[in-house]
Each structure stands twice: as C-alpha cells, then as structure tokens.
C-alpha cells in the first residue's frame, strides 16, 4: 500500500493527462475514453495517514495462537504455505468449527508448510483463491522464465522482470542466481528496484516462524535463510528504491532487473519499458498470474522486445483442492460460483471444478451475503470445584454417570459458570426438594410381583407390536398401556390409582437431588 502511493503520488493528475491525450485521442481505447468522461466520479486513492489509521486497529497474531472474540468465538491463524505471513483461518467455538481456506500452497517453497491437521472436523469450509493458472505447472513455469533470461542474456539484452517486492520473487531470486552461475553469466547483475525492495529483503532474514525448517534453522545458527542474503553481499544482486542516485552511478548492462509495478501502470518499471521496449534482443517476462499481461502491454504497443508469459502460480490447483476435501471431509462446503463449472472456453475440462465430494456444496458470486447453516446445539459450562467435590454420581451404565443438582449459572463475557448456591439465593424460602429422576425400562414380571405385594392379583399380560404391553386389571376395572418412553394408566378408583403409581416407581431406576454444598438454600437456577 505504501508503495503504491508512492508510486501514484508522483503520477500527474487526472486533468494533466486528459490533456495530454488531445492531441493523440485517435490512439486511445474506447473503454478509456469512457472512463476518462466521467472522471467526476473518480475517487481519490487513500492516502499515508489513511494507511497508518488503517493499520492501527489491526491486531497481529502469531500461528496457531488462540485469541477470543467476546468469548463467543475463537479465531487462530494457521500457515497456508504460499507466502511469508499467509495463512489460513480457523473460527470455532467449543462444539462448531468453519475454516477459511485463502491462497494456499502444496509445494515445498520457502514459507513454512501448509498445516492440515487443525482444518480437520469442519462444519463448514470456505474456498477461494486457487490457481489463476491451473493448467501451468510451476516448476515448468520456472524453468521457462530462466531459460527465457539466459537466453535473453546471450544476445546481449537486458531482461525486465515486472513483479511485487514479495511472494514468489524471493524463489525467483535463488533459482535465476544459480542458472546464471550454471550458464557461466554469474557477471550478469540482477536490479530489485521498488520502494519497499530494501525492507522486504530485511525482513524475510528475520521473519523465522514463517519459514520452513530448513530455513528457521539457518536463523539460529546465525546464517541467511535466503540465498539473495549472499547474493547481495557478492554485489550480483543489487536492492534500490528508485533508479535515481546510486542506481545510476551502478547501472550496467546486460542485466536483468526486478521491479513494480507488475501493471506496468506506475513505478519505475514503466521508464525501462520505455528505454528497453523499441529493441528486439531484450526480453520482458510476465510471472505475476493475476495481471494480464496484454493489457498490461496496451499502452507501449507496438513494442519491438521479446514478451514471454510465464504465470508462477504455487497456489492450490483443483486437482489439490479436491484431494483436500477428501481428506478433509467438511460438512458444509462453500466456493466461488465460477469454480463449480467448467472455464467457458474450455467447457469440456471437467478437471477444472470443485468437487463436493460427500459436503454440501453453497455457491456464491462477488458481494453476496451468506447465512452459513451453522446452528448452535451445546454451550461449555465450568463447573466452580467447591461444587464438583460435593456431587455424587449415580451410574446408570458402564461409563456413563448422571448427577442431578441445583446451582447458580454465572455468565460473564459469555462464560458459563456453576457456582454453589449462596447463602443469600433467596433468604426466607425453602427450597422444595426436587422430584427424582426415572431412567430404564420397565422389566414386566418385576412390576407383576409388586403389584402383587398391593393386593392386585389378577394382572393380564398382553403382548402388544414393538415390545409394547397393555396390562388388563379386571377387577379393578383398570388399564395399563407400556409403550416405549412413557406408562399410561386408566383407572376410576383413586386409591388402585396410587397403589400403581408406587409398583411403578419402585419398579424404575431413580436418580435422586444430590446434597449441593451443604444447605438446602434455592438458587437461582436449577439445572
């Protein structure tokens, strides 16, 4: 961003350049016309104090470190392996998890790895920013770039490498270094010019936990993770802001140089375009995916200088992302509309799509708003350990224990609480003694025989659909229905009534009101 305005903040204004557009308005481009008519409409780019604002609210986090939101919700960021600081997100509560899949990477470059484990048991997954060029292979795309540069250099051009001071260019670096030393060209100087080329160089020496093994190690010993370290100490890479002052006193050619901006809109690379473009023997080598590099061209056409279109792209292609929903599994999975269906000119490479697998696919399109079908079902409760020590379990099954209780439920920043009831939960009131709980089947002969120790003694069994009963108590003109969960009882008599009421609760497993720390005060909510 800071370069950026930089860069726009020597550009000339919107008037300057319509008025340097009269006198060659034949040349320009409809669509540019266009947008230069309304340019009343135009906004005006943020500015450093809006950057600085900007970044003063932003929260930076380490991987893998927990932070709570409002205790509803926490939020980790986790290496997605495609740049150093890129991650992806994991938002969860104790019992839901969504995880947001950004630009990742499979391949061993110089980020640390992408981490899969904690994407793992997704309610729902997000998808976005794959492979702007999933037909490429990168390594493919490497050796095309510097094969293109030595051969570039040979002839005696000079090579322009439009790029961002980040990312990718750091692999680029290492990988032309030792070509051109393999090519015997190692006198062949390498310029990394843009406002930010310093600093991110710097940077990626220190940034540790970024990184990956190999290179954290390096770190400690203490040696340079990155070999453009060394290749700035030799003098074969050379880091300016500008290509004013020093630039000028080291400048030479052949060379190849790096810069901003990949547009070729702003930055100094649009001065080597005009310097370098009107000669065949150099080369201009586009690796930045997410530029198109024609229109990127448009404005120095016709131009004389070789172009090669070599997209880097180390994000997750399809192939890659379909084998991580596989291993992933998510329940809900949400994707770019686009992703679903094949590229238009290419309508038969189905390999080209998201595969939902066993996950419910949600499709979207730019700026719409989802309501993600995540529903909470369980919140965690602590319980305060002055009131677990005073529980006694009942088990009801081997492994299982159930424990009824009353107890305050305190919420703060929503965390749940129990606490042991107060001597002040309510002062002057009893508390009535909770009614016990009844678990289990009813065992039949069991319940005959105690209605036999209270005189009814004409019980008939009848086998019911389901393993449901109906119990016929003739001279007691009464009917008793067993269906699974519940007992029903038709009965005229009042005192038949109650004889069958206490067969039956003596016939089921009860749990009864543990003693709750000590005193029988009510609280203020019971659970």
Sequence with gaps: ???????????????????????????????????????????????????????????TVAY???NSIFGLLNIMAISSGYCIGSCNWIIDSDHERITYIAGSCALTTHPRPMEHTSLKKSDVMIITNLNRSPTQNPDAMISEFTTATVETLKKGGNVLVPCLPCGVTFDMFECLANHLKLSNLAHIPMYF?????????????????????????????????????????????????????DFNEGYRTPCVIFGSHPTLRC????????????????????????????NALAPYQPVSMKVVYC??????????????????????LVIPEQYSSPPSLQPGRTDLIIDPQQSH?????????????????????????????????????????VVQLASTLRNVDNKYTMEPLGPDAIRGKKRKLQKPILYGNLNIAEFIQRLEQYGIKDAKVEDADGGNFIIDLQNEDSLIQILDGSIHIACNEEATRVKIRDATLQSLQKITAAKIAGNNTPGTSSL
């Design 1 to 59: 961003m800071e370069e950026l305005i930089k860069y726009l903040g020597e550009a000339e204004t919107c008037h300057d350049s319509l008025r340097l557009l009269d006198d060659n308005i034949s040349g320009v481009p409809a669509e540019l016309l266009t947008a230069l008519s309304t340019n009343h409409r135009w906004r005006q780019i943020y500015t450093q104090e809006n950057v600085n604002s900007c970044l003063s609210r932003v929260h």
């Design 64 to 66: 893998n470190e927990k």
């Design 193 to 245: 010019v843009s406002e930010q080329a310093e600093a991110s160089l710097a940077y990626s020496n220190i940034y540790a936990e970024w990184l990956t093994s190999a290179k954290t190690a390096k770190v400690y010993l203490p040696e340079p993770p990155f070999q453009h370290a060394e290749l700035l100490k030799s003098g074969r890479l050379k880091a300016y802001p500008n290509i004013y002052g």
């Design 267 to 294: 930055g100094d690379m649009t001065h080597f375009m005009t310097l370098f473009s009107k000669e065949k023997n150099n080369a201009i080598i586009f690796t930045d995916p997410d530029i198109n590099y024609l």
């Design 311 to 332: 997209p880097i792209d180390t994000r997750l292609n399809f192939s890659q992302a379909n084998k991580l929903i596989r291993d992933l599994r998510p329940k809900y």
């Design 361 to 401: 696919l949600i499709t979207h399109r730019g700026l719409d708003e989802l309501v993600l079908p995540v529903k909470r079902s369980y919140i965690t409760i602590d319980m305060d350990p002055s009131l677990a020590a005073d529980m006694v379990p009942f088990e009801i099954r081997p492994g299982v224990a």
